[in-house]
């Protein structure tokens, strides 16, 4: 949008750069660094989440139409199910899409793509550093090579899963650069291009993780800052003038777009919020307020303890990593206290400089480091999840343009000690280039993942459970079984751990003892009652038995007949075998085979029930709808007619009717 020339001379007055003099050398210096941190990234291995959202994921294989990308979440369920996880992001589906369409299941290619966004997100970052918050080019590009070599960014960059958040950062910045990054447009119709271009790529960002949303607001409150002498002049006057009328047309139209793409959002939920457990968020489920503010509040500020030292870091911060603050004399309260002051100074000193308008990259800084995070708070919805790290890829550029502002400033005031300034600038960035390559490494496998992960929060039940998970899959059963023990002590409540302890249970008893808490803790848990089945298979209680497989066949069906389909036909299966003689099981495993479109296999069943009771209603009923499905329409009257001769006037009459 228009700079007015007033606010470019102050600009230039404070030491800024209204336009890019450096030339492409900060850029590819930050490129290069960029590339050099994450060069052995590219040999990891798909890990953590990336199983599900790559290898497990129909709409990346291929397997679903082109519009399915368009309904589905971003783990490839529909968002109309009410299991859905409801991150709509399509676009960046898309992307894992043309990653194997072009290179297949190869890890290093979709690597290879996240090592690029991030260097052209760093890239972008600087341009912003340079032409808009107005950084001189030497501390623009020691912002971008922090932020190319942060440590935090690992999960982002090395996780496949990250691109989401990469790729939002990316089209973040081109919207912003499109709106605000040619100050020296002065035609209106240059201006409203601007405006337009910086929209479509907020919808683009958006579709690519949710908090790419954010940078249209970003934009409005930057527009506003620049606009602010013309505006608080038309208040006070109580006249227009015509930097005020254009701002206010560019405001009415964001305002409008950011409530279309909004509404748009809310639509694809389909009616339904996502639902999270106590395990992926603690604080939220807590029913003291006090304890949850409390705890929120010090999470916020944990964040920027993470951006700030990077130093210990994690995968997985849930499940008693991080422990609820119960108590207003809890220690953590001071870090919370000490952010609070931060902030105040950093608002003050913002809304003085809405007058002044000397502080450019302070009230950048600010925006971008709390308005991305604003959703990730917990204050506007319940996210699922304590604390993540590529969370923090977009709000870190806040941080870094704050800090190195302040950088900037020193280094005004300190002549004659500038060399400390140089030799800390230095060090800090050998120091963040060397953790994040060391970081990369634990990317690398899921065994390196799930260990340093351990190392960090040993406290954490899920680590422990997943380790276990790793052992048990080497047949290292004595260790597995230890680590299951560990996540259960510190998450007693842990029905997976239960249910996978107690099939490493030699005594039946023991084993029961597990499945029994694990559907205690977790009701719809379909592993724990396939297994506490078997058990009382062993025990000769076929009732029992038989009892909880149509249980595990409820709850398959609910959680989606599309995709666990062929669990639904073992347990059935496993059924007829229980109770051969019972033709129920019979008929309800041909009802799924007709479900499914096998309807000659439900046929075969059928024929079969009625081969031994040749009056059996329900399969009469089933042969009829199964030879209707394949076309047989006059066989189809033959079997309803028999129904129908000897039942008239029943129900079943009038189903067997309705069946032809």
């Keep these: 949008m228009r700079q007015p020339a007033e606010s470019r001379r102050r600009s230039q007055a404070a030491g800024g750069h209204p336009s890019d003099p450096s030339g492409g050398q900060i ?62 992001r399509p676009l960046t589906v898309l992307t894992f899409r043309a990653n194997y369409i072009l290179s297949g299941l190869e890890p290093y ?24 918050a107005g950084l001189r080019p030497q501390f623009a590009a020691i912002a971008g090579a922090l932020f190319a070599a942060h440590p935090v960014h690992t999960e982002a960059v090395s996780g496949i899963v990250g691109r989401a958040d990469v790729l939002a950062c990316v089209l973040f910045l081109l919207s912003f650069l499109a709106y605000h990054g040619k ?8 201006s409203t291009m601007g405006l337009w271009t910086s929209v479509f790529f907020g919808a683009l960002a958006m579709l690519s993780k949710e908090i790419g949303v954010t940078v249209i607001l970003v934009n409005l409150l930057y527009d506003l800052y620049r606009s602010w002498p013309f505006v608080k002049r038309s208040i006070f006057c109580l006249q227009w003038n015509k930097e005020t009328v254009q701002f206010a047309r560019r405001a009415a139209r964001i305002l409008i777009s950011l409530c279309f793409l909004l509404a748009i959002r809310l639509a694809f939920l389909q009616g339904t919020w996502p639902r999270f457990s106590i395990q992926d968020n603690p604080a939220a489920f807590h029913p003291s307020r006090q304890v949850r503010f409390l705890t929120f509040c010090y999470l916020a500020a944990f964040n920027c303890w993470l951006i700030l030292c990077p130093w210990s870091l994690s995968h997985d911060w849930q499940m008693g990593s991080l ?52 959703p990730a708070t917990n204050l506007i919805i319940t996210v699922g999840f304590v604390v993540a790290e590529r969370v923090l890829f977009i709000p870190s550029l806040g941080f870094l343009l704050l800090v190195v502002y302040g950088v900037q400033l020193v280094w005004g005031s300190l002549v004659r000690h500038r060399w400390l300034l140089m030799c800390g600038g230095c060090l800090l960035l050998i120091i963040f280039c060397g953790r994040t390559v060391i970081r990369n490494n634990d990317w690398t496998s899921r065994e390196a993942l799930i260990k340093s992960g351990l190392k960090t929060v040993p406290h954490n039940a899920k680590m422990h459970y997943n380790l276990a998970n790793l052992l048990k899959d080497k047949e290292q059963y004595d260790e597995a079984v230890f680590h299951y023990q560990q996540a259960l002590r510190f998450w007693p409540a842990y029905a997976s751990a239960h249910n996978n302890m107690g099939t490493l249970m030699s005594i039946p008893e023991q084993a029961k003892v597990h499945f029994q ?20 298979r062993l025990e000769n209680r076929t009732a029992e038995a038989v009892q909880m497989l149509r249980r595990c066949v409820k709850l398959v069906k609910q959680q989606s007949s599309k995709h666990h389909s062929n669990a639904v036909e073992n347990i059935l299966r496993h059924i007829m075998r229980l109770q ?34 040749p009056h059996h209603r329900q399969s009469i009923i089933g042969t009829a709808i199964a030879l209707r499905a394949r076309g047989h329409t006059a066989r189809a009257i033959r079997y309803a007619q028999r129904i129908v001769t000897k039942h008239r006037g029943s129900r079943t009459c009038s189903k067997a009717q309705k069946a032809c």
């Design 27 to 88: 850029y590819f210096s930050v490129a290069a660094i960029a590339l050099s941190c994450y060069a052995n990234s590219l040999n990891g291995d798909f890990v953590h989440d990336d199983v599900p959202a790559v290898l497990q994921n129909r709409d990346v294989l291929g397997l679903t139409g082109l519009s399915e990308v368009f309904v589905n979440d971003f783990w490839g369920t529909r968002m109309s199910d009410p299991n859905s996880h409801k991150s709509y």
């Design 109 to 132: 290619w979709f690597h290879a793509w996240n090592v690029v966004l991030h260097t052209m997100a760093a890239v972008l970052f600087t341009r912003v550093c340079v032409v808009v």
């Design 183 to 190: 100050p020296e447009l002065e035609d209106c119709q240059s």
């Design 323 to 374: 422990p609820l603050i119960t108590s207003v004399a809890d220690s953590r309260n001071l870090v919370t206290i000490i952010l609070l002051g931060f902030c105040v100074a950093l608002i003050y000193r913002s809304i003085c400089d809405f007058e002044q308008q000397k502080q450019t990259p302070l009230i950048l800084g600010c925006l971008f480091l709390v308005m991305p995070f604003l």
């Design 517 to 536: 808490e694990a559907i205690k803790h977790s009701p719809d848990h379909v592993h724990a009652h396939y297994n506490l089945g078997q058990i009382y």
């Design 580 to 613: 051969p003689e019972n033709p129920d099981n019979m008929v309800e495993f041909a009802k799924w085979m007709h479900v499914i479109g096998h309807e000659w296999k439900g046929l075969v069943h059928y024929q079969t029930i009625l081969s031994i009771i």
